[in-house]
């Protein structure tokens, strides 16, 4: 989502979504039917962030 958000130039919430992907990235494995948190890797976020520093 944080992608689509920054490219609609909506870029407080694409920093939100960022920002969420990341603080839940430790769990997402505990979730296992939530395909969505399956997809979000740590490095591909780490990547995203660049963008806003």
């Not at 990341?22 to 395909?35: F, T, V």
Request: charged share 40%; hydrophobic share 35%.
């Amino acid at each position: 989502m944080a992608k689509v958000y920054k490219k609609l130039g909506e870029f407080d919430k694409a920093k939100e979504n960022m920002e969420t992907s990341e603080e839940l990235i430790g769990s997402k494995r505990e979730e296992i039917h939530n395909e969505f948190l399956n997809e979000i890797y740590l490095s591909k976020v780490v990547e995203f962030k660049k963008h806003f520093n």
